[in-house]
């Protein structure tokens, strides 16, 4: 079997995700803002604190690759990464 392949596959798949989540911040950004009643200027707030702590996270995470391996903490960011939405359903009803 030839990795470099599924190696490159693998990481094709994780560029895409990426790409992915970016452009769901993107398009939910007119709903975030209508129910936060923000302007424009704080959805590019929103957009610029979104980039920063994905930027932030790969530096982290890069130097826990380092440590832990780079397989091991790709496939445990593979695996949790879904998970994560479904945090955000998890709403807490509004008491008036």
């Known amino acids: 079997m030839d990795y470099k392949w599924v190696a490159l596959s693998v990481t094709t798949v994780g560029i895409f995700m ?7 911040v993107v398009v939910g950004l007119p709903t975030i803002l209508q129910d936060l009643h923000a302007s424009i200027v704080h959805g590019i707030w929103i957009i610029t604190g979104y ?46």
């Open 18 to 24: 990426s790409s992915l989540d970016m452009s769901i």
């Open 51 to 96: 980039t920063l702590m994905m930027t932030i996270l790969a530096v982290i995470l890069g130097r826990l690759a380092d440590l832990y391996g780079r397989v091991r903490l790709y496939n445990l960011d593979l695996c949790c990464s879904p998970l994560v939405p479904c945090c955000a359903l998890c709403r807490i009803p509004a008491s008036n």
